[in-house]
């Protein structure tokens, strides 16, 4: 079945850059994403990218996709304290007709002062 | 974009009671999701409900222990019938969006329901 795979913890000092890895197995799937989840509140969309891309850059936040060993990435360039929360990498997936989100297990990154 | 209202937002249930988790949905969607979010873990799909049809439930959760209703296509709740404390978690609404004329969709969350069974 599908999985998506990403390490649980991520420290970094303000003012550098965070990578956050995430692995996905399918490769069917056409977008990929990046959501943030920050203590008590609910997922919001970061950033996105459409599986034919290799990169995708949004201000602070590149995309790498390395679609043959169907790695994904998130840089946050100048990371500051209000980037710690946890990251979640998500691809969308159609199983039997249901189009569903199958999300990684989270990476909670700590930015230092 | 989708603005999602989800409550409570918080609760603490004694074991062996149920807890009825609304979300209210600032549009009409057709599809809305229930996921599950225990400490430490990713989100789980519980099961998605379209309107006028019974919610499809993802292996390893049933009707009987989450049933949901869907009675219009802004509205949605999800029941936690005879809670134990392996049901504590957060649990989260999520509808799909998109821009019209593309082929992208994005998930939208509820900011979810803290559960805590004793």
């Known amino acids: 079945g599908e999985d998506v795979e990403q390490s649980l913890f991520l420290s970094v000092r303000e003012g550098d850059s965070s990578v956050i890895n995430c692995t996905y197995t399918d490769s069917s799937s056409t977008y990929l994403y990046w959501y943030k989840q920050e203590p008590g509140a609910g997922l919001q969309l970061l950033t996105y990218i459409f599986s034919n891309m290799d990169m995708k850059q949004d201000q602070r936040l590149t995309v790498l996709l390395n679609k043959k060993d169907k790695h994904l990435s998130l840089r946050i360039a100048d990371t500051q304290t209000g980037d710690s929360a946890i990251y979640f990498c998500a691809e969308s997936s159609t199983t039997s007709g249901t189009y569903k989100y199958i999300f990684g297990t989270g990476t909670r990154l700590k930015v230092l002062a | 974009s989708a603005v999602i209202s989800q409550k409570p937002s918080r609760d603490i249930c004694q074991r062996g009671t149920s807890l009825t988790i609304q979300c209210q949905v600032d549009?009409?969607?057709?599809?809305m999701f229930w996921y599950r979010q225990q400490p430490g873990q990713s989100l789980t799909l519980i099961a998605t409900?379209?309107?006028?049809?019974?919610?499809?439930?993802e292996s390893g959760f049933v009707i009987d222990k989450f049933p949901i209703s869907r009675p219009n296509l802004t509205f949605s709740t999800l029941t936690v019938s005879n809670m134990s404390p392996e049901d504590s978690s957060i649990y989260l609404c999520?509808?799909?969006?998109?821009?019209?004329?593309?082929?992208?969709?994005?998930?939208?969350f509820g900011q979810g329901t803290r559960l805590t069974v004793v």
């Open positions: 549009s009409q969607v057709t599809m």
């Open positions: 999520s509808v799909e969006g998109g821009q019209a004329g593309s082929l992208n969709t994005e998930a939208f």
């Open positions: 409900a379209n309107q006028g049809s019974e919610a499809t439930y």
